[in-house]
């Protein structure tokens, strides 16, 4: 809690991951905004675990972006309600599927009309499923528009609420416009997404990803990536 903000910017990501739990949530809320990228991804899950909300507000969107699927989803519920507009709007692809069920349904409604159109889109069915109706009211018309099926599914249970059901309106809109090769196209990035997920399940296939990429691309990619590279796959290129 001594450090001053010099100090905590200068700490390595060595150092960092070497910190106990303690004395991660001891950091002060503007020295844990000076910590580099590098340093807050090092922090490990049980240190995200217990940062607090204050710690959790004061990230940068630079440091947010920088947290692992393993950090996201290691963060409480109360640690996800604190997000500010800013940070829940640098919610990356990879972050936003990791989120779950809990972690969703702690979303401030201001914050889920803040995320991006593909970080909405990126949201697992459960996580999605469990969003409030409030929540749901609170999509944006451009967020609505870029919902899957199975997520547009959803909103066909969230009609009692008056002001969701704007939301269910402009998503059967959306659909109406939309092409019917879109849906075929993201059933298809989801089977794809799955299998990366799943893929990382077993030790022998995450042998497998190993040695393929350092083959064929000269450097392992996180989970992360390898799951932005199929949500990033459009109609027109397939």
């Not at 240190?47 to 692992?68: C, M, P, R, Y």
């Not at 779950?100 to 593909?118: F, G, H, R």
């Not at 009609?159 to 659909?175: E, G, H, K, L, M």
């Amino acid at each position: 809690a001594a450090f001053t903000t010099q100090q905590a910017a200068a700490l390595g990501s060595t150092q960092v991951a070497g910190l106990s739990t303690t004395q991660v949530a001891a950091i002060e809320t503007a020295d844990i905004a000076a910590l580099s990228t590098a340093a807050v991804r090092a922090l490990s899950t049980d240190a995200v675990a217990n940062l607090g909300t204050d710690q959790i507000a004061a990230l940068t969107t630079a440091e947010l972006v920088a947290l692992s699927t393993a950090q996201i989803n290691a963060l409480t519920t109360d640690q996800v309600a604190a997000f500010t507009t800013a940070e829940a709007a640098a919610l990356t692809t990879a972050q936003a599927a990791t989120l779950s069920a809990a972690q969703a349904a702690a979303i401030e409604t201001a914050d889920i009309a803040a995320m991006s159109t593909a970080a909405v889109r990126a949201m697992t069915t459960s996580a999605f499923n469990a969003l409030t109706t409030d929540q749901i009211a609170a999509l944006g018309t451009a967020q609505v528009a870029a919902l899957t099926s199975a997520q547009g599914q959803h909103l066909a249970a969230s009609t009692a609420d008056a002001a969701a059901q704007a939301t269910v309106a402009a998503y059967n809109s959306a659909i109406a416009l939309a092409p019917a090769a879109a849906d075929a196209t993201d059933e298809a990035r989801r089977q794809v997404k799955g299998s990366v997920v799943m893929d990382h399940e077993s030790i022998s296939a995450r042998m497998f990803q190993l040695a393929n990429e350092e083959i064929y691309r000269g450097r392992y990619a996180p989970l992360e990536e390898q799951i932005g590279r199929v949500l990033r796959v459009t109609r027109e290129q397939v």
